[in-house]
């Protein structure tokens, strides 16, 4: 009884570890948007679209296009 006692213990807490590392992982995504830094440089790239935002300009990385970022 003990034996099986322990095998259940230790299989809940792997499975609550996981769970943990999911929730962490998700929590440090911010949806669609992406941050990156290089020194003083600061980019915000748009996942879905492919646009790179820096300083309100923009290039898409999928067409090419660049231009000053749109307004919201």
């Given amino acids: ?39 003083e440089l600061e980019f915000v790239l748009d996942t879905k679209t492919g646009v790179v935002y820096q300083g309100g300009y923009a290039m898409n990385h999928l067409t090419g296009k660049e231009g000053p970022a749109a307004k919201p």
Avoid: N
Avoid at 6 to 22: E, G, P, Q, T, W
Avoid at 25 to 37: L, W
């Fill in 1 to 39: 009884m003990d034996g099986k006692l322990d095998m259940i213990f230790k299989a809940a807490a792997l499975v609550l570890l996981a769970m943990l590392l999911l929730i962490y992982a998700e929590g440090r995504d911010v949806g669609r948007y992406a941050y990156f830094r290089d020194g």
